[in-house]
């Protein structure tokens, strides 16, 4: 059974149906007793005709007590009715708190949460903010290490990625003011709190920093930070390395189809990397659950909402064309690069 519009129904009648009916009964007494004041008062003022028709006055001064007494008593029975049915409404509603008055207690615990996640955000962007500045100063990425999230592990693919792409320091002019605090989504696993961080470096280039809550405390993810693959695109390429690969790339949608492949069974991906020249293309039948999903992520071909995107994804080499830049696409590993 839906509850939202019972929810709606019972704050209705908890605004409404005490006040409104009270100032009716007090509107319609009022309006009675005026009347019978002005009858009164004409009782005492000799008519036209000469006569003070003290009979014919008095007779309609009680018919007008009548009248509203009778409108009284049928407006306070209504009350009694109404109150009565709103009584029964909530007392069979099992799931309204104790001392729930009109929803108010309901309101003010979902209130002070969100107030309560609202300062918890904002506390973890300003020691985000402050971790990423300390992380910025150091020169070498040797030092940079113990910032690092896994540092014992994640020192041996930062030696490796910057033996590849020598690491070059620029001072960091500053962190965009739209900072805001993430999540990797919920259907992936990870959901330890995340800030990132965009960044205007002294050479205008442009960055991020991403600042993970472990248990030793913030952290730089930096794997997501430069999209680490431990196999890069062209060296799949070149080796056509078996079984599926993870790799962080950039997706946009493709109408690229090579030998094995065609637009009536088919769609098509580009997969590119920001510190590479060689691309991927990958693929999927139009009737899987990856080509929905990846349609909700990237819009279709020729749409309006059709743009790149980072993902973290699973490819491997096709059997369906000789090309090793052709690969099937097996599933999105995650959307961005977080990925654990």
């Not at 000469?50 to 009284?72: H, Y």
């Not at 919920?186 to 600042?211: C, H, K, N, W």
């Not at 990958?282 to 790149?308: H, N, R, W």
Request: aromatic share 10%.
């Amino acid at each position: 059974m839906d509850r939202q519009p019972v929810a709606g129904f019972r704050k209705f009648y908890q605004r409404d149906d005490s006040d409104s009916i009270n100032a009716s009964v007090r509107a319609s007494h009022d309006s009675h007793q005026a009347e019978i004041r002005s009858l009164r008062v004409a009782q005492e003022t000799p008519w036209d005709s000469g006569q003070t028709g003290t009979s014919a006055i008095d007779g309609v001064c009680e018919f007008v007590r009548a009248r509203a007494l009778a409108l009284a008593a049928i407006t306070i029975l209504a009350a009694a009715v109404v109150s009565v049915g709103v009584v029964s409404f909530r007392a069979a509603d099992p799931g309204r708190p104790a001392g729930d008055v009109g929803g108010a207690t309901v309101y003010r615990e979902e209130r002070q949460a969100w107030e309560a996640r609202a300062r918890a955000r904002n506390v973890l962007i300003r020691q985000a903010e402050e971790f990423a500045e300390q992380y910025a100063d150091i020169e070498n990425w040797e030092d940079r290490v113990p910032y690092v999230k896994d540092a014992a592990a994640a020192s041996e693919r930062m030696r490796r990625y910057y033996d590849r792409s020598p690491f070059r320091f620029q001072p960091l002019r500053r962190l965009a003011t739209g900072s805001f605090a993430a999540q990797p989504d919920e259907r992936y696993g990870d959901q330890r709190p995340m800030v990132i961080l965009t960044a205007a470096f002294a050479d205008y280039s442009g960055g991020a920093f991403v600042v993970v809550q472990t248990a030793d405390g913030l952290k730089m993810d930096w794997d997501a930070m430069v999209g680490y693959n431990a196999v890069t695109l062209s060296n799949f390429i070149a080796t056509g390395a078996a079984g599926p690969v993870v790799f962080r790339v950039r997706v946009e949608v493709s109408d690229y189809f090579g030998s094995g492949f065609s637009p009536d069974r088919h769609a098509c991906w580009k997969l590119s990397h920001p510190d590479e020249l060689a691309v991927l293309h990958a693929y999927k039948g139009l009737d899987t659950g990856v080509k929905v999903e990846m349609d909700e992520i990237l819009g279709q071909p020729g749409k309006a909402d059709s743009q790149s995107q980072p993902l973290t994804v699973v490819v491997r080499h096709s059997e369906a064309s000789t090309d090793p830049g052709l690969v099937e696409l097996v599933q999105i590993q995650c959307r961005g690069w977080v990925w654990q």
